[in-house]
């Protein structure tokens, strides 16, 4: 199971990499009105949720109950459309980043991640355990990965519009 997560969640972060290595810093910073993030800030948002996934599932595996959690739809958080509100806990700063730093910003978020996921003991419980996610209410905790690299996708999305508008 982690091994199939981590090759999507590798790719989508290639992918990711790919849209923003080649903007220079006012690119990066730049909004496209007064209430868009900069692209700045939708990476500096991605590194968030990745650090606030790992403590969500550490926190999930550490609960002593064991359930059959409900699968839910997560592929549902690339719908657009759909405008969703980030929790405070997963709010940019406003200050802007160069763009070097920021990569390696997420280079050591993933890093976290992989290796919080590869000592997993027994990673059969992330499908017995949920947590209470922010966008979908109780999530399997395995679910929580998966939306990491679907929720970054939405985001990949965003960039692209973002790097359309701002020169």
């Given at each position: 199971?982690?091994?199939?997560?981590?090759?999507?969640?590798?790719?989508?972060?290639?992918?990711?990499?790919?849209?923003?290595?080649l903007l220079n810093n006012r690119q990066f910073n730049q909004k496209a009105d007064a209430n868009s993030?900069?692209?700045?800030?939708?990476?500096?948002?991605?590194?968030?949720?990745?650090?606030?996934?790992?403590?969500?599932?550490?926190?999930?595996?550490?609960?002593?109950?064991?359930?059959?959690?409900?699968?839910?739809?997560?592929?549902?958080?690339?719908?657009?459309?759909?405008?969703?509100?980030?929790?405070?806990?997963?709010?940019?700063?406003?200050?802007?980043?160069?763009?070097?730093?920021?990569?390696?910003?997420?280079?050591?978020?993933?890093?976290?991640?992989?290796?919080?996921?590869?000592?997993?003991?027994?990673?059969?419980?992330?499908?017995?355990?949920?947590?209470?996610?922010?966008?979908?209410?109780?999530?399997?905790?395995?679910q929580w990965i998966e939306q990491v690299y679907l929720h970054e996708q939405r985001h990949i999305e965003?960039?692209?519009?973002?790097?359309?508008?701002?020169?």
């Open positions: 199971m982690i091994p199939s997560l981590l090759v999507q969640l590798n790719a989508t972060r290639e992918q990711l990499v790919k849209e923003i290595e993030w900069s692209i700045a800030q939708i990476c500096h948002h991605l590194a968030l949720v990745e650090a606030s996934t790992i403590k969500a599932i550490a926190w999930g595996l550490s609960s002593q109950e064991t359930t059959q959690p409900e699968r839910l739809d997560v592929q549902k958080i690339t719908d657009r459309t759909t405008k969703l509100a980030a929790p405070k806990i997963v709010e940019p700063t406003d200050k802007p980043f160069e763009v070097q730093d920021m990569l390696t910003l997420l280079s050591e978020t993933r890093e976290q991640l992989t290796s919080f996921l590869l000592g997993i003991a027994d990673p059969s419980l992330l499908a017995k355990k949920a947590v209470k996610h922010p966008a979908f209410g109780p999530l399997a905790l395995d965003q960039i692209q519009e973002s790097k359309t508008s701002v020169s």
